[in-house]
C-alpha cells in the first residue's frame, strides 16, 4: 500500500474490554513497529517484528499486551483487560531491511478507556 | 542509559525566525539520529536522519548539527513558516532497530 494503515482510528473500551487493534505495513517491508504515545510524550517503543519473527517485545508494559505478526505482513496488537492507563494512540510503524532505513509510522490508533 | 532529553518544551517564533531545539543522549552504541515532525491527529513523519561520523546535514531549510564528543544534536529551521508549526520529536537507535525518542517540542510559528 502507500502507507501504514492502522485500524479502527478511534476505539472506546470500557475497563476490562479486551480490544484488538492492526496494522497493515507498506507493501514488502520486513520490520515492523508497535510504539504507544500517550497524550504529550514521545512515543515509546513496544514491540519489533522482523518478517513473522517477534525479535524484541522488551517495552510491552504487562502480560495484558500481546502481538503477533503471523504471516510476516499484517500485525495485530491486543491488549486484554483494558485499564484506564492504556488510554494512548498506538502507532504502527514499518521500514525495509537495512540500517538507517527510514522508518515510516501509521496515523495511530486512539484507544481511550472509561 | 536509553533516555534521549529534548528541549525546549516549546518554542515561540516568528515567521523567518531560527527555531533550534536540542537534543542529548547518553547510550554511545545509537549511530542513527533521526527528526521527526508530528501534526495534531497524524503519525510522525521522517523530517531529516544523520549519522555520528558528520557534524552537520542539510535537507532544504532544515539543518541536523551533531556533536558526537557532547553527545548532542540539534535541529534548526531556516526562514520557519507558520506551516511549520508542528511538535517535533528527536530520536535515536542502535542495533536494536528501535527509535527512543525525546519528549517532543511544540513548535508555533507566528505569520
Known amino acids: 500500500g502507500a502507507g501504514v494503515s492502522q485500524s479502527p482510528r478511534y476505539k472506546v473500551a470500557k475497563r476490562g474490554q479486551d480490544v484488538a487493534l492492526r496494522c497493515d505495513p507498506i507493501s514488502g517491508h520486513v520490520s515492523l513497529f508497535w510504539y504507544q504515545q500517550a497524550l504529550g510524550q514521545g512515543p515509546e517503543f513496544l514491540t519489533y517484528f522482523q518478517n513473522e519473527a517477534q525479535l524484541d517485545k522488551s517495552g510491552l508494559p504487562s502480560d495484558r499486551f500481546f502481538a503477533e505478526r503471523p504471516e510476516g505482513s499484517v500485525s495485530t496488537l491486543k491488549i486484554q483487560r483494558t485499564q484506564q492507563e492504556d488510554s494512548a494512540v498506538y502507532l504502527c510503524a514499518s521500514s525495509s531491511q537495512g540500517w538507517g532505513n527510514t522508518i515510516y509510522f501509521g496515523e495511530g490508533s486512539w484507544l481511550t478507556v472509561v | 542509559q536509553q533516555q534521549v532529553k529534548q528541549s525546549p518544551q516549546s518554542l515561540i517564533v516568528q515567521k523567518g525566525g531560527i527555531p533550534i531545539i536540542n537534543c542529548a543522549y547518553e547510550?554511545?552504541?545509537?549511530?542513527?539520529f533521526p527528526w521527526y515532525q508530528q501534526f495534531p491527529g497524524k503519525g510522525p513523519a521522517l523530517l531529516i536522519a544523520?549519522?555520528?561520523?558528520?557534524s552537520e546535514k542539510k535537507e532544504g531549510r532544515f539543518t541536523i548539527s551533531f556533536n558526537k564528543s557532547a553527545k548532542q544534536f540539534s535541529l534548526h529551521i531556516m526562514d520557519s513558516q507558520p506551516g511549520d508549526s508542528a511538535t517535533y520529536f528527536c530520536?535515536?537507535?542502535?542495533?536494536?532497530?528501535?527509535?527512543?525518542f525525546g519528549s517532543g517540542t511544540q513548535l508555533t510559528v507566528l505569520p
Open positions: 530520536a535515536a537507535s542502535g542495533s536494536a532497530r528501535q527509535l527512543t
Open positions: 547510550n554511545t552504541a545509537f549511530d542513527y
Open positions: 544523520i549519522r555520528p561520523d558528520v
